[in-house]
């Protein structure tokens, strides 16, 4: 069985199922299928309602639309955090120096008023940092970005 959308010469739209194509081609021409409003007997396929043909194909590859709009949301935000992220590792980039390997040996002296105060950033295991931080030396990570990873 199939189901056809139908519109007849004065715009009526109505319903119709046929056995098949060929079944409704053959009807259609025998004006065996009429307007169930004005019983006109020219009738012709209309445009396929949007929703059902909607259904039928997305069932199978797309998720249902409410679970899209979550989705959308999700990335509204992650965009949101992404653009601060961004945002705030820029500056800490503009605002510090990069000492590189030697940042824990720097914070130390920069902590113990050995090293001149400035703003430093580099590289420190976690182990190390975990370390500076007991020590009342306050750091912080530099946000990483998914997309800037490699
Ligand atoms: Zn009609």
Request: proline share 7%.
């Amino acid at each position: 069985m199939i189901r056809y959308a139908l519109v007849c010469d004065g715009a009526h739209e109505f319903e119709s199922w046929f056995a098949g194509a060929a079944a409704y081609e053959q009807q259609i021409k025998r004006g065996m299928v009429t307007c169930p409003v004005c019983n006109s007997a020219k009738v012709s396929k209309a445009i396929m309602a949007p929703n059902v043909a909607r259904k039928d194909r997305e069932a199978q590859v797309e998720p249902p639309i409410p679970a899209t709009q979550q989705v959308a949301l999700i990335d509204e935000k992650m965009q949101a955090l992404r653009a601060m992220m961004r945002e705030m590792r820029a500056k800490i980039l503009e605002s510090t120096t990069d000492v590189g390997d030697a940042f824990p040996e720097e914070a130390r002296k920069i902590h113990d008023g050995e090293a001149e105060a400035r703003p430093i950033r580099g590289e420190a295991s976690w182990d190390e940092a975990r370390a500076l931080s007991e020590e009342g030396i306050e750091i912080l990570p530099i946000p990483m970005l998914p997309d800037e990873r490699n």
